[in-house]
């Protein structure tokens, strides 16, 4: 028998482990870290549409959630980015105005690269990409 355990038992190890590794509650410390960094990012893309910035760049783990927040705020269009073609098409076919990157994604060398990208390529005037942009605002 290649298994020395009880299919049973294989089960409830697993459980236990499922629940000690998945279902424990982070560190309060953690979370307060987590809900004090949103508050931030949603600062950072307020005060685009405020006009204090014509641009934010928002990084976090993934950039997956500072993206999901940013895009709750009304004039916000967010992008994460994960390569120069994604940055340029961001900002030529939706005018993206935050950028958000996952640091655990990219290195530094490629996030220069994305951002340069992203700055410096403007929004298209093609009147199909600006009825898209008409229709997300």
């Known amino acids: 028998d290649l298994c020395m355990y009880d299919s049973s038992v294989l089960f409830i190890l697993f459980f236990f482990l499922f629940f ?15 809900s004090a960094a949103s508050d931030v ?26 993206s999901i927040t940013a895009n709750k705020i009304k004039g916000v269009r967010a992008a994460n980015c994960l390569t120069e073609e994604m940055a340029e098409l961001a900002r030529e076919h939706n005018n993206a105005n935050v950028l958000t990157l996952g640091e655990r994604l990219i290195d530094w060398e490629t996030a220069k690269k994305i951002i340069k990208k992203f700055l410096n390529t403007p929004a298209s005037t ?9 229709k997300i605002e």
């Open 20 to 34: 000690f590794l998945m279902i424990r509650r982070p560190p309060r410390s953690t979370l307060d870290r987590s």
């Open 41 to 66: 990012y949603k600062r950072q893309a307020q005060a685009v549409v405020d006009g204090l910035v014509d641009y934010a760049i928002i990084i976090c783990g993934s950039g997956i959630g500072v």
């Open 126 to 134: 093609n009147l199909r990409h600006q009825a898209r942009i008409n």
